[in-house]
């Protein structure tokens, strides 16, 4: 079982930029394939980027391409999500998420295995 614990939320301006990181316990990240999902208030969780397990396939939603970029490091047992240009229909708890697949990504939510309790994004026009 692995244990995932984001940071780097917070409160950032239009156009501005945020790196989110979700750090794995418990089973070495390389186990797995990622992905970021967000939730805003009232709205259904979905689906905002993923990576394989060996990084070499990326995908994006398509409000979030262009601007946002995925990766891991599993020397750090480490993800990442890269957030430039920032709007303020960015503002959401964002998640990461982890599942036992040997390729490819994945955009379904009920997918994967494992989640972190989520950080705050907050952009402000």
């Known amino acids: 079982q692995v244990q995932l614990v984001e940071s780097g939320g917070g409160l950032v301006q239009a156009g501005g930029s945020l790196r989110l990181s979700c750090a794995a316990s418990?089973?070495?990240?390389?186990?797995?394939?990622m992905g970021w999902f967000r939730q805003a208030p009232g709205k259904e969780r979905e689906f905002v980027a993923a990576i394989s397990r060996s990084g070499g396939s990326t995908s994006y939603a398509d409000s979030v391409k262009g601007r946002f970029t995925i990766s891991r490091d599993d020397a750090k047992n480490t993800a990442y999500l890269q957030m430039n240009s920032l709007k303020p229909e960015d503002t959401a708890v964002y998640y990461c998420?982890?599942?036992?697949?040997?390729?490819?990504?994945?955009?379904?939510?009920?997918?994967?295995?494992?989640w972190g309790q989520g950080t705050q994004v907050t952009v402000s026009s």
């Open positions: 998420a982890a599942v036992r697949r040997d390729w490819g990504t994945s955009d379904y939510l009920y997918g994967y295995d494992y």
């Open positions: 418990g089973r070495t990240l390389s186990r797995y394939a």
